[in-house]
């Protein structure tokens, strides 16, 4: 007798280096770190007596690794399929770089992408509507044909969270912020017409105790000042000094370790004077060699933001951002905050 019950269990990817850092990952190919193949090894445990008739996941690389060890000693018996449609959001500029520090470039970004994740579009990036979009077109081609099987998918965090929003009737312009634990899994079935019933949502059980982080997301929104600096620089090693004999806590960033791309360069210069020019090294020696000091007046916001992400030695630092400001040089930084 035929099986006309489709069933589906989706699954979070294990923890990754860049999760334990709490950056965003987006679209970037980070595999998964110790704690993740740990994770992943309760997941065989998991579903070592659910029979899996196929197996998809996202291109990337954590998903991949999360899919074996879903399928354990099946790996070689169960048909498994690769889907561009199920990765991660791509994040852009934003990629690789802590939400912390996110959230003081582009302030009230934490919020946002939490209260009004279907609208909040990455620069350079995409858009949460778009991935809702492909997750839920991706998901429902797949169910729809494997009919009557049991398939597993391994994807990411705001992937699925798209998914959970679209069961529950949620469209993507209202979109709710969902985001799963660590291999946390959940299970839905199909019936003939496709009709979904969700049986459960974001199960953890099969996880130690020791093996399950909480993220406290509230305190990444805190603002904490952030100084852009090249730390081999004077002048850069004078403004942390400066900042830790004031007591004032704050972030880091080695722009030469980490350049700024050019929509940062963008977005730092509209919240200072809408002027891009400010950040030039007006006395590095590229900034001369070049010639740039006739040209500035004459780049627009773009071309000034291309050229210095193009070479950091253009930039002019430390800066230091603030939820309120942008400050350029240290003599400024000193002078702005001498009485704090």
């Not at 912390?100 to 970004?109: A, Y």
């Not at 950091?312 to 240290?330: H, M």
Request: glycine share 8%; proline share 4%.
């Amino acid at each position: 007798m035929q099986n006309n019950t489709t069933t589906l269990y989706l699954v979070r990817h294990g923890t990754t280096a860049l999760n334990e850092a709490m950056c965003l990952q987006g679209a970037y190919d980070e595999p998964l770190n110790e704690w993740g193949h740990a994770q992943g090894k309760c997941l065989t445990d998991y579903f070592n007596d659910i029979p899996i008739d196929v197996g998809v996941t996202s291109p990337l690389k954590r998903a991949r690794q999360t899919l074996k060890y879903i399928l354990g000693e099946n790996n070689d018996h169960v048909p498994i399929i690769v889907d561009q449609r199920l990765r991660e959001i791509e994040g852009g500029s934003f990629e690789k770089r802590p939400f912390s520090e996110l959230n003081m470039l582009w302030p009230g970004f934490m919020r946002e992408f939490k209260s009004n994740p279907g609208h909040w579009r990455f620069p350079g990036g995409e858009s949460g509507a778009e991935v809702y979009a492909r997750v839920v077109d991706g998901v429902l081609d797949t169910v729809g044909r494997h009919r009557g099987k049991t398939i597993v998918i391994a994807s990411h965090g705001f992937s699925i969270q798209t998914w959970l929003n679209y069961v529950q009737h949620v469209p993507a312009k209202n979109m709710r912020e969902q985001v799963l634990g660590n291999v946390a899994v959940s299970k839905f079935t199909f019936d003939e017409n496709m009709k979904i019933h969700t049986d459960y949502i974001g199960d953890c059980s099969h996880l130690k105790p020791e093996l399950i982080r909480n993220y406290d997301w509230d305190a990444l929104a805190v603002p904490v000042p952030l100084l852009l600096c090249n730390e081999r620089s004077v002048a850069s090693q004078k403004a942390e000094l400066f900042l830790g004999e004031k007591a004032i806590k704050f972030l880091k960033r080695d722009i030469i370790e980490a350049p700024l791309s050019a929509p940062e360069i963008i977005k730092l210069s509209e919240r200072h004077d809408g002027m891009a020019k400010a950040f030039f090294n007006g006395r590095g020696k590229k900034y001369q060699k070049l010639g740039l000091k006739g040209q500035v007046d004459l780049m627009d916001l773009k071309a000034v933001a291309d050229m210095i992400a193009a070479d950091e030695t253009l930039l002019r630092q430390p800066i230091l951002v603030c939820s309120d400001r942008i400050i350029i040089g240290f003599q400024k930084i000193q002078s702005v905050l001498k009485d704090c």
